[in-house]
T-cell receptor
Framework: DQQVKQNSPSLSVQEGRISILNCDYT??????FLWYKKYPAEGPTFLIS?????DKNEDGRFTVFLNKSAKHLSLHIVPSQPGDSAVYFC????????????FGTGTRLQVTL | EPEVTQTPSHQVTQMGQEVILRCVPI?????FYWYRQILGQKVEFLVS????????KSEIFDDQFSVERPDGSNFTLKIRSTKLEDSAMYFC????????????FGNGTRLTVT
């Protein structure tokens, strides 16, 4: 089951620079997308979401972009901070499926000083 | 900020034993979920629960699994006869509404089946 894919297992970015995390999906029925952050020994923490009727959603340092034709979404973090170092998961769901989320495999972001 | 709490944080059990994982969802949330993550793999959906019944379940959620909301605050996942492959992190989540609403996750229970 590879409906949601994060092809980069890891990413290293300098503090203050932009972090761009990518996610691709194959199921065209997905219409709600989310990004979660996860620290070791903790559960996923919700960051930001986007509905398929939009192509961009912004919340502070976090912006999610959705390209439906390419079935691609990305998370931009700017400026990156050391506390952003974590594993980032994208997830997707189909409205009407009880908020069942399909997760990607995650990208480990390391923000260096 | 209200949070989802899960107990225990780590459970070790022998193969064939029953385990119950416990969760207290956020108090005004109506929808409850269990997910799991086997080491090195994706977070996977197990089951969703609303109004005292299962809304949806995955193929992983077979007859060995059951969920219950025994009172107004707890939400439990029972595995009747554990197998080695049930070893995983189990995450409980809740949400205030069913559509296009972020799930709020607990910190998980690490289940180790020996």
């Amino acid at each position: 089951d590879q409906q949601v894919k994060q092809n980069s297992p890891s990413l290293s970015v300098q503090e203050g620079r932009i972090s761009i995390l990518n996610c691709d999906y194959t199921n065209s029925m997905f219409d709600y997308f989310l990004w979660y952050k996860k620290y070791p020994a903790e559960g996923p923490t919700f960051l930001i979401s986007i509905s398929s009727i939009k192509d961009k959603n912004e919340d502070g340092r976090f912006t999610v972009f959705l390209n439906k034709s390419a079935k691609h979404l990305s998370l931009h973090i700017v400026p990156s901070q050391p506390g952003d170092s974590a594993v980032y998961f994208c997830a997707a769901s189909v409205t009407g499926t009880a908020s069942k989320l399909t997760f990607g495999t995650g990208t480990r972001l390391q923000v260096t000083l | 900020e209200p949070e989802v709490t899960q107990t225990p944080s780590h459970q070790v059990t022998q193969m064939g034993q029953e385990v119950i994982l416990r969760c207290v969802p956020i108090s005004n949330h109506l929808y409850f979920y269990w997910y799991r993550q086997i080491l090195g793999q994706k977070v996977e959906f197990l089951v969703s629960f609303y109004n005292n019944e299962i809304s949806e379940k995955s193929e992983i959620f077979d007859d060995q699994f059951s969920v219950e909301r025994p009172d107004g605050s707890n939400f439990t996942l029972k595995i009747r006869s554990t197998k080695l492959e049930d070893s995983a992190m189990y995450f409980c989540a809740s949400s205030p509404q069913i559509y296009n609403s972020p799930l709020h996750f607990g910190n998980g229970t690490r289940l180790t089946v020996t």
